[in-house]
């Protein structure tokens, strides 16, 4: 690698962005690791990352639909407040898809998921509510899997920008890569679209 002038993407020092440090309402693990669902609006999982820039930390929160992997919500922000955050992605998901019956939305036990405002949203709309086992990142895999795979691609190794530059760049890769063009292992290797599309086909 050194003779082609290449170099591995190395990860960074980790920051937390959970604080599970709390009295508030801690959810069972209903999900329990099924990542396999066969239809939308049957299980969403979220999670917050944080992103290095040159203003400081900006913070993504994510909301993923199992069925077919789409990041069907998301924030940007400077803080971590449920307001700015899990509420904020929230909103978008259910404008992009409304929840249906028995839906399932599985997160870790930050108090960005348990707090009233968020799980009490949650119960309006009859969603089932479900965290990860106390310090156990593999019951929320899907997630995390979504987030190295946007630092690896799109952050480490690369020079840092300012917040409103990397809101940019992270909107271009969520919104016209990843949930358009980028293919996925989980789906066979076909895009998000391709894989609607071959469903859709199947059903008729």
């Given at each position: 690698m050194?003779?082609?002038?290449?170099?591995?993407?190395?990860?960074?020092?980790?920051?937390?962005?959970?604080?599970?440090?709390?009295?508030n309402r801690v959810f069972e693990n209903i999900l329990d690791r099924r990542f396999s669902v066969p239809f939308p609006q049957g299980a969403w999982v979220s999670d917050i990352t944080y992103i290095q820039t040159k203003d400081g930390f900006l913070y993504q929160t994510a909301i993923i639909d199992l069925a077919d992997r789409k990041v069907i919500g998301w924030s940007h922000s400077d803080g971590l407040s449920a307001e700015e955050t899990t509420l904020s992605a929230f909103r978008m998901a259910i404008k992009n898809r409304p929840p249906q019956k028995d839906l399932i939305f599985h997160s870790d036990r930050g108090v960005q998921y348990s707090c009233n405002c968020f799980v009490n949203l949650l119960a309006s709309y009859g969603i089932t509510q479900s965290m990860c086992r106390k310090a156990n990142c593999w019951d929320n895999a899907v997630a995390e899997s979504y987030f190295k795979t946007l630092k690896s691609e799109l952050i480490y190794g690369n020079k840092l920008v300012s917040k409103d530059e990397m809101k940019l760049m992270l909107f271009e890769y969520v919104e016209i890569y990843y949930n358009q063009n980028r293919r996925h292992s989980a789906l066979g290797n076909l895009t998000i679209k391709e894989f609607t599309e071959l469903k859709l086909k199947k059903v008729a």
């Open positions: 050194k003779n082609m002038g290449l170099r591995s993407k190395r990860s960074k020092k980790y920051v937390a962005t959970t604080n599970s440090q709390h009295n």
